[in-house]
């Protein structure tokens, strides 16, 4: 008869391990990767970029790939018109910003060109205060009072003599269309009386007023004749505060631009 008893040796009653299915490791691989998948995953994903890099080349060079010699000619020859014309065009447009610069320069000089006139004018004109190099004449009644017309020709030889600006007195500014009148007492000037002494402040080139003031048979000289004695003193600097009030011309009127 057989044995049948129990077994009662080491192994009696152990079951063995449950083996792995491959999904197990599958999924155990994806949670945790190795080091030596990380490698191979990113040399797979730069195999593929430079394959989609390749397929792209592949087909823009295709889109010529059946052109014949002479339409590859025609195509580069509409290229190189197409690069003709873009730079004529940059030149056109750098040839309008030069003009455009130039007449700006060309439109800032005008400006200050009639600033400058207009500000010659405002000062012959005697309608702005005004500073510079000149003399002061200072004449003193002696004897007799000095006469309208010796004091319009003293006038006449400071300005041949370069003066640019005239003041009597501190009182009124001499224009072209400035009178002298005898009145009883002095000088009317301008619809201004004035008594002695007389101060003329003028400006312009001090040495040439005073040789006009001094030659033979000048001003000084007429003056001196008639009773006066007259005193010229260089300046460096003469300030004129008098302005002149602007005249309104009453027939003159300007013309329409052209």
């Given at each position: 008869m ?48 430079a ?41 056109r ?41 000149g ?11 000095i ?73 000084r ?38």
């Open positions: 057989p044995d049948e008893r129990p077994d009662h040796g080491p192994d009696a009653g152990r079951s063995g391990p449950t083996p792995e299915t491959g999904r197990t490791r599958l999924l155990r691989a994806l949670r945790t990767p190795s080091r030596n998948q990380l490698v191979v995953a990113v040399l797979l994903a730069l195999v593929a970029f394959a989609v890099v390749q397929v792209r080349a592949t087909e823009i060079a295709d889109d010529y790939a059946g052109y014949r010699d002479e339409d590859l000619i025609a195509v580069l020859d509409g290229l190189a018109g197409t690069s003709q014309r873009a730079r004529a065009e940059i030149e447009l750098e040839t309008t910003r030069d003009q455009l610069a130039s007449d700006t320069a060309d439109q800032r000089t005008a400006l200050q060109q009639a600033q400058s006139e207009a500000d010659t004018l405002a000062i012959l004109a005697g309608l702005v205060p005004v500073r510079g190099p003399v002061r004449i200072t004449i003193t009644e002696v004897t007799s009072p006469n309208a017309d010796t004091v319009v020709d003293m006038v006449q030889s400071l300005r041949v003599a370069g003066a640019e600006a005239i003041q009597v007195n501190g009182q009124v500014r001499l224009v072209a269309q400035s009178a002298f009148t005898d009145v009883v007492g002095g000088l009317e000037v301008d619809g201004v009386s004035l008594t002695g002494p007389y101060v003329f402040d003028v400006i312009g080139p001090p040495s040439a007023l005073s040789n006009a003031m001094t030659i033979l048979d000048g001003p000289l007429d003056l001196q004749d008639e009773g006066a004695e007259v005193e010229i003193t260089e300046l460096a600097s003469v300030d004129i505060e008098v302005v002149a009030d602007p005249l309104e011309p009453d027939f003159a009127q300007p013309q329409d631009a052209q």
